[in-house]
């Protein structure tokens, strides 16, 4: 099991950026991908960004291709999500997540429920 623990979220104006850090501890030898995920009030939860630990490709939603960045670093077990030219609809509880059995489809579709470990999540808020 991986434990994650997610910080860097707050208050932006509207094209601001802020970057979300993800930190994990535990079996971290064992995880195929990493994925940011958002969730608005009222709304399911929906993929951001992912990235593939065996050879770095990264996938992001069409509603932020272009503005976010995910990334990783190995040393600190840590992996992060730049995000630039924040809209008021990026408003949202941001969570990491993690994958250990490989299963391309759910990291490039960014699918939640085949991922298996959750931090406990992190607000943002884009409003001037």
């Known amino acids: 099991q991986v434990q994650l623990v997610e910080s860097g979220g707050g208050l932006v104006q509207p094209g601001g950026s802020l970057r979300l850090s993800c930190t994990a501890s535990?079996?971290?030898?064992?995880?195929?991908?990493t994925a940011w995920f958002r969730q608005a009030p009222g709304k399911e939860r929906e993929g951001v960004a992912s990235m593939s630990h065996s050879d770095g490709d990264t996938y992001y939603a069409d509603s932020v291709q272009g503005r976010f960045t995910i990334s990783r670093d190995n040393a600190r077990n840590t992996v992060f999500l730049q995000m630039n030219s924040l809209k008021p609809e990026d408003t949202a509880v941001y969570y990491c997540?993690?994958?250990?059995?490989?299963?391309?489809?759910?990291?490039?579709?960014?699918?939640?429920?085949?991922?298996?470990?959750w931090g406990q999540g992190t607000q943002v808020t884009v409003s001037s």
């Open positions: 997540a993690t994958l250990s059995i490989p299963n391309v489809v759910a990291v490039t579709q960014l699918i939640p429920s085949a991922f298996d470990d």
């Open positions: 535990g079996a971290t030898w064992d995880v195929y991908a």
